[in-house]
């Protein structure tokens, strides 16, 4: 877990257990931050793939 999401999670439980969030916004809450945590590595490594390809690609035609 991404510490923003640990804490994202923890701010979540607490407002729960004050009844602030709701549990419709809790269980919003808990899906973002899961999903969050399993596609951001992989789509960062696309992007850096992308992105070291394109200079690669500039550094040869200079």
Known sequence: MIPRGE???IF???GKQLGV????TFSIVV????????LTP????????????AES???TAN
């Open 31 to 38: 899906i973002m931050v899961v999903l969050s945590t399993l």
């Open 7 to 9: 804490v994202g999670l």
């Open 21 to 24: 969030v709701s549990d419709e």
């Open 12 to 14: 979540a439980n607490v």
């Open 57 to 59: 690609a500039l550094a």
């Open 42 to 53: 992989p789509i960062l490594g696309v992007l850096i793939k992308r992105r070291l390809k």
